[in-house]
């Protein structure tokens, strides 16, 4: 008479799949927790170095255009009383602010 696990036709077939299904489904469900508390981690580092990164840039990004703006207003205001661009640049104010393009973007 033969052994349980070693039937033979439809029902040892889905016997033997079902055990295999069942290891298989173990294995994935281990490997799959491996990978996503790897993913965590490396998530988890992407996230802080940026925000140490990242967001001190930002922040000089937004400070450096509200002082161009600022130093628009004051240009504004000083080519109204006669200050020319030449001056303006004496005075310090950035190309940026006075309406002029960069020597990085002038074409040759």
Known sequence: MPSSTTEGGIKGFFTRAGTSFLAGGLYAKEKAWTLAKMGGKVGFYVA?????????????????????????????????????????????????????????????
């Open 48 to 108: 802080t170095t940026s925000i140490v990164v990242l967001m001190p840039l930002i922040f000089e990004i937004m400070r450096e255009g509200q002082m161009i703006e600022t130093d628009k207003l004051q240009v504004k205001e000083l080519r109204q009383q006669g200050y020319s661009d030449s001056q303006l640049q004496e005075l310090g104010f950035p190309k940026a602010a006075l309406g002029l393009s960069p020597a990085v973007l002038k074409s040759t």
